[in-house]
């Protein structure tokens, strides 16, 4: 079966064909990275993250680019706020943000480019599409003039006046049509700056991918992917500024966009107020959980974030984390007997299992329904093997081994199995104060062997405790 996509410039499913045979090119919009990052900016790379490892397992080469926006008006506030370099900021945040990917299980994706490293390429798209009628200089700002165009909107399926009455305008008279958006702005006192045609000067913001993901994946790329709030204008003016830069099109050929993730039903954001950072989950939770959290909803529906939520994941997790050693565990006994009981079922559902899993990632990357088929695998599995009658037979082993083998497989195609770090995979506060807890009950019933091992592991772990005249209290080394 061909994988199709829903693509947000059609708005349809279509069948998915690579631009070349065998080869895939993806650009992700990245952060700004000011501060540090919030739970959402983890979607879209943990979806591209499947993506890829499930492109690959289909065979293909795959080359995956995610920018950072290390020059903006927010990292440039924010350092002033501090009193540090806007650039310095940005690089700490962004080295921030790559500790976060990793503790998610995100393998690195093949280029990082940021906009300070790429201002010579964004020039040069500027300058020509000055040259061709599609740009005008103003006091050193350039604007992107949006009636030479007529395509803009296609994307955002938006007419001008919805876009006006929708966006927040600058109220600037000097520009031809309201919509026109900067490409590049004349340096304001204590700015990063670079020289340019039009004098001292930086980037406007959407510039960049257009700029960044032609030099890395060449116009007509395949995938494009971001948050739906980027649609418009980032998507849009991406979209413009390539297009008429390079005179082809398309710039992209399947744009995706994620859902975004809300907390107690309101979308999470910085103006509500209630933002829990990449960080914090990770903490309450554990890398490995909010992984399989982000994975268990497809990626283009709206996700909570909640602690039921959240701890449905880690249980659905440890179903299939169980299931794994109680597999291996049994298998590492001599057999028994020849024949398999239901041996041949097994197998037919081995097989069923995995054309199945192929089959719904084939579906628009539906990792919501690849896991439902894992839970399924590890039903039918475990109502056999771990049976009071199970034996374990030559012809038993060899199916069991083909379940453990394939959930491992596809487990590892979702990139849920993975290593956490040892700090990011700590205790969670909640699992901190169970123990302590736990001691203060074996304390209360003079069980002093109990509650002291309780102090030492919590002590190995870097957790201690202080008995104080208020009672147990609990800190991190
Ligand atoms: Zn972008």
Redesign the pocket.
């Known amino acids: 079966m061909a994988i199709t996509v829903f693509n947000t410039l059609t708005q349809k499913k279509e069948e998915f064909v690579p631009r070349e045979p065998g080869k895939i090119s993806i650009y992700v ?2 952060v700004t990275p000011y501060n540090y990052a919030h739970i959402g900016n983890a979607r879209p790379p943990v979806i591209w993250d499947c993506i890829r490892r499930f492109l690959r397992y289909r065979g293909y080469q795959v080359c995956l680019v995610q ?1 950072f ?1 290390d020059v903006d008006d927010k990292i440039i506030f924010r350092a002033q706020q501090i009193g540090i370099e806007p650039l310095e900021l940005s690089a700490e945040y962004s080295q921030v943000y790559l500790e976060d990917l990793a503790a998610l299980g995100i393998e690195p994706a093949d280029q990082y480019p940021k906009v300070s490293e790429h201002i010579k390429e964004i020039i040069q798209i500027v300058e020509g599409l000055v040259e061709k009628g599609h740009a005008y200089v103003i006091d050193g700002d350039v604007y992107f003039a949006i009636d030479t165009f007529p395509e803009y909107g296609k994307l955002s399926g938006r007419q001008l006046e919805e876009m006006l009455s929708g966006a927040r305008v600058d109220v600037d008279d000097r520009k031809q049509n309201p919509m026109d958006f900067a490409l590049w702005k004349a340096a304001k006192p204590g700015e990063p700056s670079w020289d340019s045609p039009w004098g001292k000067g930086r980037p406007g ?2 510039i ?2 257009s700029a960044m993901s032609l030099k890395y994946l060449g116009v007509g790329f395949d995938f494009h992917g ?1 948050g739906t709030d ?1 649609i418009f204008p ?2 849009e003016n ?1 979209i413009a500024q390539a297009e008429a830069y390079c005179g082809t099109k398309p710039f992209v050929r399947y744009w995706l966009h994620s859902a975004f993730i809300t907390m107690s039903g309101d979308k999470m954001s910085k103006s509500l107020g209630n933002v829990v950072t990449i960080r914090e989950a990770c903490e309450r939770f554990s890398p490995k959980v909010v992984r399989f959290w982000l994975l268990g909803t497809h990626y283009r529906h709206p996700l909570s974030f909640g602690e039921e939520e959240l701890h449905a994941a880690a249980r659905g997790l440890e179903r299939l984390e169980i299931a794994k050693e109680n597999w291996k565990h049994l298998l590492s006994a001599g057999t028994t007997g020849q024949n398999g009981d239901q041996a041949e079922k097994i197998t037919q559902l081995v097989t069923d299992c995995k054309k199945r899993f192929i089959e719904a990632m084939e579906d628009d990357f539906n990792t919501a329904l690849a896991l439902g088929i894992l839970y399924e695998l590890v039903r039918e599995v475990n109502k056999w093997a771990l049976a009071t009658n199970f034996k374990l037979t030559t012809g038993n082993q060899q199916a069991l081994q083909e379940a453990l083998s394939l959930l491992e497989e596809l487990g590892a195609v979702l990139g849920i199995w993975f290593e956490q770090d040892p700090k990011a995979g700590s205790l969670s506060d909640e699992q901190i104060n169970e123990l302590v807890q736990k001691r203060q009950e074996a304390r209360a019933s003079k069980d002093f062997k109990t509650a002291d091992s309780i102090r030492d592991s919590l002590q190995e772990q870097g957790i201690i405790l202080e008995d104080t005249p208020q009672g147990v209290r609990w800190r991190r080394e």
């Open positions: 919009c990245g920018n926006t913001w959407h960049e991918c971001g980027l980032h998507h991406e």
